[in-house]
């Protein structure tokens, strides 16, 4: 199966996102609302995603550590094909963003940010999650971390969930991640931030596609 590129726009502009995806679609399978780009422009960026690229997939990085049923409603009634919310989260708040995305159709990513523990994938499964997202945050990739490792050693354990990782993945770097198969590929910065996000964007799919498994 060959993995999803999932672009993620965290620090641009809705105007620039859109004019970005609109040049890289055929590239990718999933837009990624991050985080900071929810904060500055709330679910009308999803809904602009959903409405404007309904080809494509776009997941709402919400983050939910609490209020899960709550939060995940609003991303979901805003058309996300995908929700996010962090493994430290209480079980009780897994169960609840797992099923109100189940109930409207759709997936939920569990983060694994600074829970590196590979024991909690087991109970991420029984729960009913979707995805787990091994993932290495902005500020720890400034003191050089890498989510390879994480994603070495938990990839054997996901044996119901799928996998995805994140992390300062770049079109030099995806090849090492695409050896231990993740199902998701998930790159912002490695885009965004290169000097022709365009090219970055196809030479990161097609290392993809070449790697198919
Ligand atoms: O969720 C995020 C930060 O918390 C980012 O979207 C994720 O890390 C991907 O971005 P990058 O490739 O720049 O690391």
């Given at each position: 199966m060959t993995a999803k590129l999932e672009v993620a726009l965290d620090a641009i502009t809705l105007n620039n996102a859109v004019t970005l995806i609109s040049k890289i679609q055929n590239d990718i399978d999933i837009i990624e609302v991050g985080t900071p780009m929810m904060m500055a422009y709330g679910m009308d960026a999803v809904r602009t995603f959903v409405k404007q690229f309904p080809q494509l997939e776009v997941l709402c990085d919400?983050?939910?550590?609490?209020?899960g049923a709550y939060e995940a409603q609003l991303a979901l009634s805003a058309g996300a094909d995908y929700v996010t919310l962090l493994a430290l989260s209480d079980d009780i708040t897994i169960k609840e963003v797992t099923d109100a995305a189940h109930n409207a159709g759709s997936l939920v990513m569990v983060d694994m940010i600074n829970d590196r523990?590979?024991?909690?994938v087991a109970t991420l499964q029984a729960i009913g999650a979707d995805i787990v997202a091994v993932h290495t945050g902005v500020d720890a990739q400034s003191?050089?971390?890498?989510p390879l490792d994480d994603l070495r050693e938990l990839r054997p354990l996901a044996t119901e969930a799928q996998v995805a990782v994140a992390g300062g993945i770049k079109a030099d770097t995806v090849a090492s991640y695409l050896v231990d198969e993740p199902d998701i590929v998930i790159v912002g910065g490695g885009i965004?931030?290169?000097?022709d996000p365009v090219a970055a964007a196809a030479a990161i799919h097609r290392q993809i596609i070449g790697g198919a498994r």
């Open positions: 919400t983050k939910i550590m609490d209020a523990d590979p024991q909690r003191a050089g971390r890498t965004l931030n290169a000097k």
